[in-house]
């Protein structure tokens, strides 16, 4: 059961313009969310995450912002940059049920110089 | 201070055998968790120990087994090697059951 959703898999931006990379969610239990970095050949890299308690998480460049009412959640890259190219992937949780995490399929971003 | 390290990074066995992977947490982190990635299945949770006790479990079978040691230290193990076992596992590790975990790079295992 695919509770968590990446629906594009590829995402191509032009270097300093704005990424948008999308989730969905199926599992209203979940209230934690967190998106991760993944390079080849190495494993994820946390990025930035959100509790269902907020609306809006911003770290630097890095801003998730999450819909509850639509289960859904975007991270926004602003300017995106081209060592930003990677895999990103949307995980969901129930925060006190721990790291059992759902991660979607990811998507995979590419920001061109 | 060092991160999430994983031994060893590939691995390649026959099918019916067994194998065993290391996973060493980030120190002082208390939570190992473990992932497995395949290209038509994603990232999926396997299982979480924490204080040496198995605290959450995915949807696999028996065959996929682990421990944490009183170091944290964790292992996993896998019998009867299938085809289908081909994949990237991912140990990652937290502080506490509810805070950010932190990937390793991964062992690579092929099953012939």
């Known amino acids: 059961d695919q509770q968590v959703k990446q629906n594009s898999p590829s995402l191509s931006v032009q270097e300093g313009r704005i990424s948008i990379l999308n989730c969905d969610y199926t599992?209203?239990?979940?209230?934690?969310f967190l998106w991760y970095k993944k390079y080849p050949a190495e494993g994820p890299t946390f990025l930035i995450s959100i509790s269902s308690i907020k609306d809006k998480n911003e770290d630097g460049r890095f801003t998730v912002f999450l819909n509850k009412s639509a289960k859904h959640l975007s991270l926004h890259i602003v300017p995106s940059q081209p060592g930003d190219s990677a895999v990103y992937f949307c995980a969901a949780k129930r925060l006190y049920n721990n790291n059992d995490m759902r991660f979607g399929a990811g998507t995979r971003l590419t920001v061109k110089p | 201070k060092a991160g999430v390290t994983q031994t060893p990074r590939y691995l390649i066995k026959t099918r019916g055998q067994q194998v065993t992977l290391s996973c060493s947490p980030i120190s002082g982190h208390r939570s190992v968790s473990w992932y497995q990635q395949t290209p038509g299945q994603g990232l999926q949770f396997l299982f979480e120990y924490f204080s040496e006790t198995q605290r959450n479990k995915g949807n696999f079978p028996g065959r996929f087994s682990g421990r944490q040691f009183s170091n944290s230290r964790s292992e996993m193990n896998v019998s009867t090697l299938e085809l289908g076992d081909s994949a990237l596992y991912l140990c990652?590790?937290?502080?506490?059951?509810?805070?950010?975990?932190?990937f390793g790079q991964g062992t690579r295992l092929t099953v012939v």
């Open positions: 599992n209203s239990m979940f209230d934690y």
């Open positions: 990652a590790s937290s502080l506490a059951q509810n805070t950010e975990a932190f």
